[in-house]
């Protein structure tokens, strides 16, 4: 079984302040997705990356993508309220002809004034 | 452009009943995910639709089965619930082309088994 182990399971930190979030495994992806999670709503996806050692800049939200392809981070710099939420990575392999995602544990983010 | 959706958006049921949940994927997408995601974790695939045939499935029993339609619209059936049945069910469509292709959620359909 393939797992991603996110870290920290949880985070809680003040307005301005800048935060990473860690995603490990033991396998090789094809590539990875990082989404956003709100309550009572399905993930929203920020990210994809594919090449080992990839980096890739959202805004405040940097990506880096492993130089084997098995882990990656998500770094947010000056975080605001707005960026609360369920943090998820999500590995991609493509097997029996399609694109099967694995979850991570994900990090629960709240970020207060 | 409609995004996914899926129907209902809660449900209430009772242990040793059946469900069946409703997705319609994205426009122009041909391939539709299922996932279960317990409360504070991340979703676990249950199984995925391609052409009318279920391509991949995941560690869940045969209790979960699914279907997908001409139109792509797929249903998602799980018989003899059980308590542990309860979670938020995710539906995601993509095109069913490589490793690359992005699956979009939709906004999950939450289950509680009593």
């Known amino acids: 079984t393939q797992l991603l182990e996110q870290s920290p399971q949880f985070l809680s930190i003040q307005e301005g302040e800048n935060l990473t979030v860690y995603c490990n495994s033991s396998s090789v992806f094809s590539s990875l997705q990082w989404y956003r999670q709100e309550p009572g709503e399905g993930p929203v996806l920020l990210v994809t990356v594919v090449t080992g050692g990839e980096v890739k800049k959202l805004k405040r939200l940097t990506f880096q993508f492993g130089d084997a392809r098995k882990d990656s981070s998500l770094h947010i710099t000056a975080a605001q309220t707005g960026d609360t939420g369920l943090y998820l990575c999500?590995?991609?392999?493509?097997?029996?002809?399609?694109?099967?995602?694995?979850f991570g544990t994900g990090t629960q983010l709240k970020v207060e004034l | 452009d409609a995004g996914v959706t899926q129907s209902p958006t809660h449900l209430i049921k009772t242990r040793g009943q059946q469900v069946t949940l409703r997705c319609s994927p994205k426009?122009?997408?041909?391939?539709v995910s299922w996932y279960q995601q317990a409360l504070g974790q991340g979703p676990q695939f249950i199984f995925q639709y391609y052409e009318e045939e279920e391509r991949q499935r995941g560690n869940f029993p045969d209790r979960f089965s699914g279907h997908q339609f001409p139109n792509y619209s797929s249903e998602l059936n799980v018989n003899a619930l059980l308590l542990g049945d309860s979670a938020l069910y995710l539906c995601?469509?993509?095109?069913?082309?490589?490793?690359?292709?992005?699956?979009?959620f939709g906004p999950g359909t939450r289950l509680l088994v009593l």
């Open positions: 999500a590995g991609a392999r493509l097997t029996g002809g399609g694109n099967k995602l694995t």
């Open positions: 426009s122009g997408h041909d391939t």
């Open positions: 995601a469509s993509s095109l069913g082309r490589g490793y690359q292709e992005t699956q979009y």
